[in-house]
């Protein structure tokens, strides 16, 4: 049975990957499980400098999902690299992920820049879609024009696979993924969390202390998939698939919509042994389809 | 290290108003200090619920927990024998050593659960023991048989007078003469900060943020802290004094 996948040559032994910002730098997991069972680790989101994020509260429950507000709390471009990173290599295998955002062109061009020299990082995937920061994130991912000059941008100095990661937040998804696929990425993510809010009514107030957050979790699994499948009916590069997952037949399901390798992200936060359980169900899920190898199933829907 | 596994129900009581306390049976290796957490799956609702632990023994342990929303309120109607599957062993817990000879501990309404394993650890390593506990109403006292027979000494303070002193559990302390080389707290945020700026020895505070995992992989409960931004739910919840920034 094979469950190996390729992404843009690199080999994933399954793909199964933990979203970024689901699962920290890595490292906080590893008193878990082995790490090692997972394809890969998009890491946490990565900016220039240190940011603090968000004030608290940033998280809002919601049903068969929830909203976060962290706002890309991170130690910056340099301690991802000189600590996070090397901490990670010393326990995993699989492919490491560097996740990027920023605030400007020239940000997300340091970044990718660094993060593309680190021999442990195998694939940068560059969020234009954080709905959390202002000013930032989102803003280059809902106009196909910035999203296809910060592709073009990072591209430009990158020796690694670019990944961008798409936000729904938009009213032509595929529209975007175009110009980005055209300005020379070589994969996609979809989806990042789709913009949402809460409100206290004992306090008249919104739950999350920033107002509105990203909604995620099983209720967004179908906009994913029907994203991910038009995208990938428009585009000819390879996509993680990301967007309320949570067990080895939505790995199925995302892939047969079209993905390559497929992120588990909020599933993480309420069951964190969810990906090691994927992995280990997924061979028994294959089979139970007839499915011999995994990448016969991509893009047949 | 944190650990997910499943535990079964023994009992579920209320023990004040609005205030429940549940037994559950399983495995406690991941537990190590008083004032650490569990995260309990409550069927329908996304997230899980974190709760501090009143105290544990090789074959299980127990929570209290006040119904603030729906996942609390559906918990109240669970019966012996439910198997719930909760995470154990989360957060660092009270330093006890760090008390040499004589510790003061302050608690208010539900901050009374996750000292009471520290108050037993430090009263059996040979430390006297001052306990203030604040309440808003006597129908509000917890554990306070508990307390009794741990071998502290006990004072209460209730902000109606309808038992112990009446006021703040600042004013029982400026009524007592203690020796205390340490202190710990446990409560609301205000009565925290307050125990903290009165008190002239070092001590640590547990601090509560709304959460999202409670293993320390989502940055959704982060504090700033004099040492920088840190989770509550991995680098706390107990923080030493002059970490925190209320």
Known sequence: ?????????IRLKNPVIPASGTFGFGTEMAGMYDLNVLGGISLKGTTKNDRYGNECPRIAECPEGMINSVGLQNPGIDALLEEKVPALRKIFGGAIIANISGFSVEEYVHCCEKASKSPEIDILEVNISCPN???????????????????????????????????????????????????????????????????DIARRKPVVANRYGGFSGRAIFPIALRMVNQVASACSIPIMGCGGVSCAEDVIEMMMAGATAVQVGAENLRNPMVCKQIVEELPQVMNKYGISDINEIIKAV | MPQASRYKVISNREVASQTWQMRLEGDTSAFSRGGQFVDVAVCGHFLRRPFAVREWDDTGFDILYKVVGHGTEEMTSMQAGTVLDILTGLGNGFDASRCKASALVVSGGLGASPVFSLVKELVAGGRSVTVVMGYNTADDILLFDEYKASGADIHISTLDGSK???????????????NWDYFYTCGPKVMMKAVCEKLEIPGEASLEERMGCGCGICYGCTCHTAKGPKRVCADGPVFRKEDIIW
């Open chain 1, 133 to 199: 920061v202002h000013g930032g994130g989102m803003a280059f991912g809902t106009s196909a024009t910035a999203a296809a000059e910060v592709t073009a941008a990072v591209k430009a100095v990158s020796r690694k696979p670019v990944f961008i990661k798409l936000s729904p937040n938009v009213t032509d998804i595929v529209e975007i993924a175009r110009a980005c696929e055209n300005a020379g990425a070589d994969g996609l993510t979809l989806i990042n969390t789709i913009l949402g809010m809460r409100i």
């Open chain 1, 1 to 9: 049975m094979v469950t190996e996948v390729n992404l843009c040559g």
């Open chain 2, 164 to 178: 112990g002193v009446k006021g703040f559990v600042t004013d029982v302390i400026d009524t007592l003469q203690g």
